[in-house]
């Protein structure tokens, strides 16, 4: 069975930074693209960021460019997203999901249960 | 960035119904659309890809068609559990992979 568990959420005040993480399993990690989709309290998804299954590749939404780095060790079947200078808009819970086929496609499958991120003074 | 608006913001229909959900992208995205499901408090859940593909373990009750712009997903006859949010996703144009900003199905 595949599992995702993200970790490394909390408070933090405006300008600070966090490093999440995701520990998978049930799968081989080393194949597959991985993504962070956020939702912020009561509102509806937006997609992070994505890395190829090498690490080679990365891709970011404007918004978190120049802010946030996600990278990936295959060794420890883990997926990370460093965020500096967090914004009070970064609020929101983090997941970690599985691109079942980057070649074909992106979408997203399964998705962790999240990590809470709190942008806040 | 590709648009994607779904409607209607809410729906409110009976178990044993059937529901019609759509989604408009503001560009032709061909057959490039996944739905999911999110229940409160629980994690999203692929439902549909590339429009009419449904994800391992989801019911025949959900169906998925479109193409070019308009796409819709539709649930055969409700289930208690099938009460819960529905977002939709394009992959033609990315980055940025965009949501639509959810549908609301409730009883």
Do not use: H
């Not at chain 1, 989709?37 to 998804?45: D, E, T, W, Y």
């Not at chain 2, 229909?13 to 999110?38: F, H, K, M, N, V």
């Not at chain 2, 409700?78 to 199905?105: H, N, S």
């Amino acid at each position: 069975e595949v599992q995702l568990v993200e970790s490394g959420g909390g408070l933090v005040q405006p300008g600070g930074s966090l490093r999440l993480s995701c520990a998978a399993s049930g799968f081989t990690f080393s194949s597959c693209a991985m993504s962070w989709v956020r939702q912020a309290p009561g509102k509806g998804l937006e997609w992070v960021s994505t890395i190829t299954n090498s690490g080679g590749n990365t891709y970011y939404t404007n918004s978190v460019k120049g802010r946030f780095t996600i990278s990936r060790d295959n060794s420890q079947n883990t997926l990370y997203l460093q965020m500096n200078n967090l914004r009070a808009e970064d609020t929101a819970i983090y997941y970690c999901a599985k691109v079942p086929n980057f070649a074909v496609g992106v979408w997203f499958d399964p998705w962790g249960r999240g990590t809470l991120v709190t942008v806040s003074s | 960035e590709t648009v994607l608006t779904q409607s209607p913001a809410t729906l409110s229909l009976s178990p044993g119904e059937r529901a019609t959900l759509s989604c408009r992208a503001s560009q032709d995205i061909s057959i490039y659309l996944a739905w999911y499901q999110q229940k409160p408090g629980q994690t999203p859940r692929l439902l549909i890809y590339d429009t009419s593909n449904r994800a391992t373990g989801i019911p025949a009750r959900f169906s998925g068609s479109g193409s070019g712009t308009d796409f819709t997903l539709t649930i055969s006859s409700l289930e208690p559990e099938d009460f819960a949010v529905y977002y939709c996703q394009q992959r033609k144009y990315w980055p940025p992979i965009t949501f639509g900003q959810g549908t609301r199905l409730e009883i």
